[in-house]
């Protein structure tokens, strides 16, 4: 079993900025590639950021592009997003996701293997 823990989500004022850790662990496994979700009241959950743990390649979802950077340690198995110029339409639970066996892509739901428990952010206007 892996185990994947966020941390860092709070309330913020528009304009400010917030880092999301995740850390996954557990038995032994190969990480393939982490993503972060989000989902907001009300909607379905949608893509926000992913990260190919081979290469460091990264994808963001367009909303968030410009102002939402992904990274990894891959030494800690953790992958980090750092969210800067925070609008209310930020606001969600963000979830992590991780893949451990090989993925075509870091946007779709479905193929991450597990995930966390999701870390709240609020951004006020």
């Known amino acids: 079993q892996v185990q994947v823990v966020e941390s860092g989500g709070g309330l913020v004022q528009a304009g400010d900025s917030l880092r999301l850790s995740c850390a996954a662990s557990?038995?032994?496994?190969?990480?393939?590639?982490m993503g972060w979700f989000r989902q907001a009241p009300g909607k379905e959950r949608e893509f926000v950021a992913g990260?190919?743990?081979?290469?460091?390649?990264?994808y963001y979802a367009d909303s968030v592009k410009g102002r939402f950077t992904i990274s990894r340690d891959n030494a800690k198995n953790t992958v980090y997003l750092q969210m800067n110029s925070l609008k209310p339409e930020d606001t969600a639970v963000y979830y992590c996701?991780?893949?451990?066996?090989?993925?075509?892509?870091?946007?779709?739901?479905?193929?991450?293997?597990?995930w966390g428990q999701g870390t709240q952010v609020t951004v006020s206007s």
């Open positions: 990260i190919w743990w081979s290469g460091g390649f990264t």
């Open positions: 996701a991780v893949a451990t066996s090989p993925i075509r892509s870091v946007v779709a739901a479905s193929p991450y293997d597990y």
């Open positions: 557990g038995r032994t496994f190969s990480t393939y590639a």
